[in-house]
């Protein structure tokens, strides 16, 4: 879709939906969650979440993450069985019930990341001992790791701290057993990750999964995969020339939207945030589309006819109850 097409479309979002009769609805930053028995309904939104507030709508957005999402479940479901159980609607998966672990399973290939919590920041300012493995000096930033690394967090509202095997098997957060097949299918999916993403000419830097476990006790990979909101992406073709020119790696970027806004506003304080500019919202929204498009081979298609929030309450009324 071209940029003028997303321009014509820029008010097609959806912000939020309140569908009755789906079960017990919860909004998390960008997915409205509707709890049944035994499933959930997971409707991707437009919302563009950042500084704990959702900052603008970004057209497309819903759909290109939940394609994205059954794209990569689809390529593991070899490596470990996953909560998708059928997706009535181009925004919405219909998944298993599961109790989620509260560990966020991190894994990086590449040293990154600018944040204070992030690899580069911390092996930058000396850090070397990271508990479950220590890194040699003499690492570049945004270099190839010799193989993935694992950083797990705690899955928590606030602030995710950093956990290792030793936290995690002390604070009993899962049984030693579970841990290390938590460890082990967080590896094999992302080296499957990486040997796909590369033959679309996209290295997969780095990534966050979640687990749950279903009824009967099973594990299962939950919530999304490899997405460009839970996932770093960059360009494979450029990496090596513009690491040896001192450049940044070339990446799917949408932290210029997030930069807008900290210039213009307090957006951790104000009470109403200035209308992110038309231009950028389309651009954005461009970018997911074309990522999408890399990732998964496919062109994004979407009917521009029919009112997002009513397409999909048709296509949910199966799932109705009481
Ligand atoms: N199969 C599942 N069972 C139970 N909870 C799930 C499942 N899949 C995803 N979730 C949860 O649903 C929520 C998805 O909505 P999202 O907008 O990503 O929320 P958040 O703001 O917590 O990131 C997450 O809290 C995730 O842990
Ligand atoms: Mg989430």
Known sequence: MNKQTIEENIGRVLEKTDY????????????????????????????????????????????????????????????????????????????????????????????????????????????????DFTLPDGIKKNQKLDHPLLTPTTKADDHDRPLTTKDIVEQKIVPEELWKQLADTATKLFKRGQEVALSRGLILVDTKYEFGLAEDGKLMLIDEIHTPDSSRYWQADSYQRR??????????????????????????????????????????????????????????????????????????????IN
């Not at 991707?44 to 900052?55: E, H, I, K, Q």
């Not at 900290?262 to 919202?281: C, E, F, G, I």
């Open 20 to 131: 009755k009769n789906l079960g017990a609805r919860r909004q998390g930053k960008v997915r409205d969650i509707y709890t049944q028995p035994d499933k959930i309904i997971l409707v991707s939104t437009d919302r563009y979440s950042a500084f704990d507030r959702n900052l603008a709508l970004i057209p497309f957005k819903g759909q290109v993450l939940t394609q994205t999402s059954k794209f990569w479940f689809d390529q593991t479901k070899d490596i470990i069985q996953n909560h998708i159980i059928s997706s009535p609607d181009p925004n919405v998966v219909v998944v298993k019930k599961c109790s989620v672990i509260p560990i966020e399973m991190v894994v990086r290939g590449y040293i990154t990341g600018v944040t204070g919590t992030s690899l580069w920041t911390l092996y930058n300012g000396g850090q070397r001992d990271f508990g």
């Open 243 to 320: 690491i040896n020119a001192g450049q940044e790696p070339q990446n799917f970027d949408k932290e210029f939207l997030r930069l807008w806004f900290k210039q213009n506003s307090d957006p951790y304080n104000d009470k109403t945030l200035p209308p992110a500019p038309a231009d950028m919202v389309a651009e954005l929204s461009s970018r997911y589309i074309q990522i999408y498009e890399q990732i998964t081979g496919e062109k994004f298609e979407t009917d521009l006819e029919t009112q997002i929030g009513e397409r999909i309450a048709e296509n949910l009324k199966q799932f109705q």
